[in-house]
């Protein structure tokens, strides 16, 4: 079965240090990978997504991701955190079809990062 | 930018009653979604459609039908709303092809069932 697995409910880090949010997936051939951000009461922003070349990825925000096709994990990383970087991350996967549907986003079920000052 | 707007962010309705939720785009995508979000259970994917009038079930669609008349909106109906169906309801859109395959999503409608 296709999957997206975030290991980590909530995340804390302190304002200024790196944070890491952790993505894993299982997916049948070579996955498009994405992070989207959700902000209270507001839908689903597009951060970052990979399709192919270059596996560290730079996206909104000094966000970035590592795509390790060996551990099929595409963290996403940021060097400095800031308080307005608290949210509720989610990482999603594609898988590629070829002809008929489009395919469809598989999501995790979002990881909650809060950046203390 | 794109721009997707759902008719309601809060919604309050009774057991039974039939729901409407509507979701318009405004950048000509021909992909558009419906999805439910609930603590702990991140978003799952009701129906989704790529074209007009063409529609497809998700992995929850059980209790929601959904239409799509022309390209820009997409409805998602509940027949007989019940309590279970309290959620979060995200819409979202994209374009077709491989490198433009992003969504983008509406703010929400947060419908409760009494």
Known sequence: ?117 | DVKVTQSSRYLVKRTGEKVFLECVQDMDHENMFWYRQDPGLGLRLIYFSYDVKMKEKGDIPEGYSVSREKKERFSLILESASTNQTSMYLCASSMQGAEADTQYFGPGTRLTVL
């Open chain 1, 1 to 117: 079965a296709q999957s997206v697995a975030q290991p980590e409910d909530q995340v804390n880090v302190a304002e200024g240090n790196p944070l890491t949010v952790k993505c894993t997936y299982s997916v049948s051939g070579n996955p498009y990978l994405f992070w989207y951000v959700q902000y209270p009461n507001r839908g689903l922003q597009f951060l970052l997504k990979y399709i192919t070349g270059d596996n560290l990825v730079k996206g909104s925000y000094g966000f970035e991701a590592e795509f390790n096709k060996s551990q099929t994990s595409f963290h996403l990383k940021k060097p400095s955190a800031l308080v307005s970087d608290s949210a509720l991350y989610f990482c999603a996967v594609r898988p590629y079809h070829y002809g008929g549907s489009q395919g469809n986003l598989i999501f995790g079920k979002g990881t909650k990062l809060s950046v203390k000052p």
